[in-house]
């Protein structure tokens, strides 16, 4: 058995509302038409404010790769070390003592990765194992915690500490931007995360029971990024919706069958919120009430959609809004690129 022991989240400092971005989209596209179109979207995203590790109008300058991995470079390590110590203090354990470290980020590159420069800062242990995920996008926070869970299975006493930080502002596309940039400069913002994960059940944290990632088929051009001369490109087809609700249903019947369980068996739910359409189709492939992904909603609302760091937010804003009832059954949920799907089950102590 292993359990979350500390959990953590950090947003940065600087702050764009939704006027705001109604006034960006505004002064940088010049068709009517269009202009109109997006900012429409801006209305009906139903965000209130998103977070950037950078002003908006310094995103705006960025242009070329090297200039959006300086920013990125400085920006992951700082926001990354705020939540990795916020997450050891949560779970009262010392950072010499996690034995495995997983760095989750896709917004950016760096070589030594981000575990390299936290080990450096806050006392992880050099004999660490230190795992970077770099390219599972969205869903990468809930593959993770499944690995983090899988590394302890044969331990007493392990424990991994998962930083996810995502900063897809520095990804802004301002070189001839298609419509699918147009949209993630409007439905994205920047966050952290971290998780402390131990092994054995001390009946303190949330205990996982189990995780499974699956793979859809005939998907693996509907959503994901490219990277080109100018910085990363987001890929997004409009099929993703419809894609969620022909696939979601079995995928999440089959893992809970697994462990005996069934969706009405689930009192919680932490849904990664990548947009409006993807959360409606969640909700009407699972069959869930707008109480049941009421989290979802708030953090997007909040943050928009934070990558990877998104789910972990959902999770701390049921922790922090509505303590799951002892012993229920809750679950961990990403789509992401592939099309595919992760998830972890768990059990509130």
Not at 220 to 230: P, Q, R
Request: glycine fraction near 8%.
């Amino acid at each position: 058995m292993s359990e979350i022991a500390g959990l953590a989240t950090a947003l940065p400092p600087h702050v764009i509302t939704l006027e705001e971005t109604k006034a960006q989209v505004a002064a940088h596209i010049e068709d009517p038409a269009a202009r109109a179109r997006f900012q429409r979207m801006v209305d009906e995203s139903r965000i209130a404010k998103r977070h950037l590790v950078v002003p908006p109008a310094r995103a705006l300058t960025l242009r070329t790769i090297e200039e959006r991995q300086h920013e990125y470079a400085r920006h992951v390590v700082d926001l990354g070390e705020v939540v990795a110590r916020r997450a050891l203090t949560s779970a009262r354990v010392d950072a010499g003592s996690i034995g495995t470290v997983i760095s989750v980020s896709c917004t950016g590159y760096m070589l030594p990765s981000l575990e390299v420069h936290l080990a450096h800062r806050i006392g992880l242990s050099p004999a660490a194992r230190r795992v970077p995920i770099t390219e599972l996008g969205c869903l990468a926070s809930v593959a993770a915690v499944g690995l983090a869970r899988e590394l302890l299975a044969s331990q007493n006493d392990g424990r991994v500490l998962i930083v996810s930080t995502e900063l897809p502002s520095l990804c802004l596309q301002t070189s001839e931007p298609a419509i699918s940039d147009v949209i993630g400069g409007i439905l994205f913002g920047d966050a952290a995360a971290a998780v402390v994960i131990t092994a054995g059940d001390d009946g303190r944290g949330m205990r996982i029971l189990g995780s499974r990632t699956v793979l859809w088929p005939e998907t693996t051009s509907d959503l994901g990024m490219t990277l080109t001369t100018t910085g990363f490109r987001l890929e997004l087809s409009r099929h993703v919706p419809r894609l969620i609700r022909r696939h979601l249903r079995a995928t999440v019947d089959a893992f809970l069958g697994q462990h005996g369980a069934t969706v009405s068996d689930v009192s919680f739910w932490a849904i990664h919120p990548g947009g409006p359409r993807v959360v409606e189709a969640i909700a009407e492939a699972l069959e869930l009430s707008d109480t049941a992904l009421r989290a979802s909603w708030d953090v997007w609302q909040r943050c928009g959609n934070v990558s990877s760091a998104s789910v972990l937010l959902v999770l701390q804003e049921l922790l922090d809004s509505d303590t799951p009832a002892a012993g229920s059954l809750g679950m961990l949920l990403a789509p992401g690129p592939g099309l595919s799907c992760e998830m972890v089950l768990l059990r509130a102590p």
